[in-house]
């Protein structure tokens, strides 16, 4: 079981008692919020595979 199941019916239920929780006022908050969260999620989890993948390339030594 997980997010997959939940349906259209499942969403538009969340999405009203959100908009009820927080009122439509603040609903472009919350929105903005959450998208600025998971942009910085994003960035940090691609900053990780980055560090990971140099880390796991060998480095050329130069022998002069």
Known sequence: MGLPNIG???LII???II???FGPRKLPE???AIGKTLAEFKKS???ILEDEE???TPKKT???
């Open 54 to 56: 140099v880390k796991e």
């Open 62 to 64: 130069d022998i002069s």
């Open 8 to 10: 259209v019916p499942g």
């Open 30 to 32: 919350v929105g903005s």
């Open 45 to 47: 989890a691609r900053d």
């Open 19 to 21: 908009l009820i929780l």
């Open 14 to 16: 969340i999405l009203v």
